[in-house]
């Protein structure tokens, strides 16, 4: 099958072709942040790793690793991305940020990348300029106390059901 005509590795339902790909090429700029992301991890999947160095903002280069880059995208099996919000980063805004889950296996073990990344547009560009690891959210659960109706739903005092 066409590479073109494939799924789009970003998830966003389109064929490869009428995606990511023409961004990728240069053949079409990203027109909001999220595009950008959503191109950036097809790079990834696509081994195009001279596109993740073109769309990350010159001043955030430093100590980028090109070998290592391209490595790891080679190894990786790459599992699927989900964009889980964006902040501004439409066609007439100058920032934005995206949440995203970049799912991923490696030597065997399944990993999701979760992060807040932050995105800048210049000359009518966007490129990336840093992410954030976003941490689980605890659980946060309130405690019953023993006179309190059973959380069960029995109707009887916590301490007499499931506070036992």
């Known amino acids: 099958m066409d590479q073109a ?11 490869y072709g009428a995606c990511c790909e023409p961004v990728i090429r240069g053949e079409r700029p990203a027109e909001t942040a999220e595009q950008l992301m959503r191109a950036r991890y097809s790079a990834y999947v696509k081994v ?9 903002h010159p001043a955030h280069r430093e100590g980028y ?3 290592g ?10 599992l699927g991305l989900e964009i889980v919000a964006t902040e501004a ?22 990993h999701a990348h979760h992060e807040l990344a932050d995105f800048v ?24 106390g023993r006179n309190d109706p ?15």
């Open 5 to 15: 005509a494939q799924g789009c590795p970003c998830g966003s339902g389109l064929q």
């Open 48 to 56: 195009e790793t001279g596109y993740i160095f073109d769309t990350t």
């Open 65 to 67: 690793d090109h070998d």
């Open 69 to 78: 880059t391209r490595q790891w995208a080679e190894s990786s099996e790459w």
């Open 89 to 110: 980063g439409g066609p007439a805004d100058e920032r934005g940020q995206v949440e995203f889950i970049a799912r991923y296996r490696d030597q065997g073990v399944d």
């Open 121 to 144: 547009k210049e000359e009518g560009r966007w490129l990336f300029t840093d992410g954030r690891s976003v941490r689980p959210k605890p659980i946060i659960s309130a405690k019953v």
């Open 150 to 164: 059973c959380t069960c739903g029995s109707g009887v005092k916590y301490k007499k059901c499931c506070g036992r």
